[in-house]
């Protein structure tokens, strides 16, 4: 009979403990007013949510499609032989001594990557409305596994343009050992550009219409079907044509690659400046309105 409250009593008293240990886990959100830091640390600790939805993105863009992984290969492919007749055979735009076909296709591969990302990223927070809606999680998770899906068609495109290279016979230079970091400035200039419109598009629904004119503006303001060169000795103009940020990286992907010449590096490191201008600020203002977007995405 002496047991039986000592039994009890043990029984209570671990169950307030697992009840304490369950309320220490729990953590209370509240939205944030003003200007806030990235918290870059938070962002780290849902790492595998990015895996995650980097992963789905992939498995649904090839899922149930006939060709598959070959459309990021026809998507530059095609528009290389288009630009190509027009810009190579008549209208004989300069290459920088580089076979027409392979100057094209070297640009659009790292073009078409920043064109995909930005839409994806763009149209992301809509489309995951009512993930947004239940679940907390950085939100800036969606736009930057939209990002890292598309490294996977560049990745394919690039084997390619490998293939090209071996082909025309051109071999790299020590060059291409910064190719690396031209890349990452792609993917700056795409997270930076998708999270301003990201943010953009879940206030103004009428800003999913602009991304296709902006980018279409982008591409004929980029020197992928022409060379770069021939605005060389410009003056302002040569600072004016670096605003696009990705006038820099298809200079310097060209040259990491190709060992293209680089006659006017002002514009590289204006679209460098302005890459990671577009970073930076796109962050900052994702995270200051991201409290909104479950409200009224």
Request: charged content about 15%; proline content about 5%; aromatic content about 14%.
């Given at each position: 009979?002496?047991?039986?409250?000592?039994?009890?009593?043990?029984?209570?008293?671990?169950?307030?403990?697992?009840?304490?240990?369950?309320?220490?886990?729990?953590?209370?959100?509240?939205?944030?007013?003003?200007?806030?830091?990235?918290?870059?640390?938070?962002?780290?600790?849902?790492?595998?949510?990015?895996?995650?939805?980097?992963?789905?993105?992939?498995?649904?863009?090839?899922?149930?499609?006939?060709?598959?992984?070959?459309?990021?290969?026809?998507?530059?492919?095609?528009?290389?032989?288009?630009?190509?007749?027009?810009?190579?055979?008549?209208?004989?735009?300069?290459?920088?001594?580089?076979?027409?076909?392979?100057?094209?296709?070297?640009?659009?591969?790292?073009?078409?990557?920043?064109?995909?990302?930005?839409?994806?990223?763009?149209?992301?927070?809509?489309?995951?409305?009512?993930?947004?809606?239940?679940?907390?999680?950085?939100?800036?998770?969606?736009?930057?596994?939209?990002?890292?899906?598309?490294?996977?068609?560049?990745?394919?495109?690039?084997?390619?343009?490998?293939?090209?290279?071996?082909?025309?016979?051109?071999?790299?230079?020590?060059?291409?050992?910064?190719?690396?970091?031209?890349?990452?400035?792609?993917?700056?200039?795409?997270?930076?550009?998708?999270?301003?419109?990201?943010?953009?598009?879940?206030?103004?629904?009428?800003?999913?219409?602009?991304?296709?004119?902006?980018?279409?503006?982008?591409?004929?303001?980029?020197?992928?079907?022409?060379?770069?060169?021939?605005?060389?000795?410009?003056?302002?103009?040569?600072?004016?044509?670096?605003?696009?940020?990705?006038?820099?990286?298809?200079?310097?992907?060209?040259?990491?690659?190709?060992?293209?010449?680089?006659?006017?590096?002002?514009?590289?490191?204006?679209?460098?400046a302005v890459t990671i201008?577009?970073?930076?600020?796109?962050?900052?203002?994702?995270k200051r309105v991201e409290?909104?977007?479950?409200?009224?995405?």
């Amino acid at each position: 009979m002496t047991s039986m409250p000592s039994r009890h009593k043990n029984k209570g008293s671990e169950a307030r403990r697992k009840s304490s240990e369950r309320k220490e886990t729990i953590k209370y959100y509240r939205p944030t007013s003003g200007w806030v830091s990235l918290e870059l640390r938070e962002l780290w600790e849902y790492r595998e949510v990015i895996y995650f939805l980097t992963w789905r993105d992939i498995k649904v863009r090839y899922k149930q499609t006939v060709l598959g992984a070959l459309w990021a290969i026809l998507q530059p492919l095609m528009v290389m032989v288009i630009f190509t007749i027009i810009f190579g055979r008549l209208l004989k735009a300069p290459s920088d001594d580089i076979p027409y076909p392979l100057f094209a296709y070297s640009a659009l591969t790292i073009w078409t990557f920043f064109a995909n990302g930005v839409t994806l990223a763009s149209n992301s927070m809509v489309m995951e409305g009512n993930m947004i809606k239940k679940v907390y999680f950085p939100r800036m998770s969606i736009p930057i596994a939209s990002v890292a899906a598309g490294m996977v068609d560049f990745c394919i495109a690039f084997v390619i343009l490998v293939g090209m290279m071996i082909y025309y016979g051109k071999t790299p230079s020590m060059a291409i050992l910064t190719l690396p970091l031209f890349i990452i400035l792609a993917v700056s200039a795409t997270l930076g550009l998708g999270l301003w419109l990201g943010a953009l598009n879940v206030m103004f629904r009428d800003v999913r219409y602009l991304i296709p004119f902006l980018l279409q503006v982008l591409l004929y303001a980029s020197p992928v079907a022409y060379s770069s060169n021939l605005i060389a000795d410009k003056g302002a103009w040569n600072i004016l044509y670096g605003l696009n940020p990705m006038a820099g990286v298809i200079i310097g992907f060209r040259w990491a690659l190709l060992k293209t010449p680089i006659e006017q590096p002002v514009i590289l490191a204006t679209s460098a400046a302005v890459t990671i201008s577009l970073l930076i600020t796109g962050s900052f203002f994702f995270k200051r309105v991201e409290k909104n977007f479950a409200d009224v995405v």
